[in-house]
């Protein structure tokens, strides 16, 4: 990967969310198999129920777990997954405090500083992140464009 750009967040440009940054304050998770669902998806926001941590749906009243975590030995792209089920991942990562970037859902544009949002209509999009409408990510704002479908947000 070429690292284009400088500055604290350059060089992940090709990753598709997921990625935290390293030196800030983080809180995080490692939530072990069988408290995370299988194909739970990088770089999008994570509910947690059931007692697990699982994809974004249509649930009316969502709990928010946080970020899903891109996992280093596996795939840079935006389909990447944790696979519960045939036990490839031990652990799915899933931040909850901290600087990290995420899935934006396509024909948004949020500017820096302005309120998170989580698509929870679209099944395609769901745990992707928006500026109005959805689920209201309480502590979360935009912080940094990556690309046109990807920004840091800094969660509180």
Do not use: C
């Amino acid at each position: 990967m070429a690292f284009t750009e400088t500055g604290a967040l350059a060089g992940i440009e090709t990753v598709e969310g997921g990625v935290r940054y390293g030196n800030a304050p983080y809180i995080q998770t490692d939530y072990e198999a069988g408290k995370f669902v299988d194909g739970i998806k990088v770089g999008r926001v994570a509910q947690f129920k059931s007692d697990k941590v699982q994809n974004f749906d249509d649930t009316s009243t969502p709990t928010i777990a946080g970020v899903v975590l891109y996992n280093p030995a596996g795939p840079i792209d935006g389909n990447a997954t944790f696979h519960n089920a045939d036990n490839l991942d031990i652990t799915a990562e899933v931040i909850e405090f901290g600087l990290v970037t995420v899935q934006v859902k396509a024909n948004e544009t949020p500017a820096k500083f302005g309120q998170v949002h989580v698509e929870d209509t679209t099944s395609d999009d769901y745990g992707k992140v928006k500026t109005s409408g959805g689920v209201t990510y309480t502590g979360a704002t935009f912080y940094q464009k990556i690309s046109d479908t990807v920004w840091a947000i800094k969660i509180k």
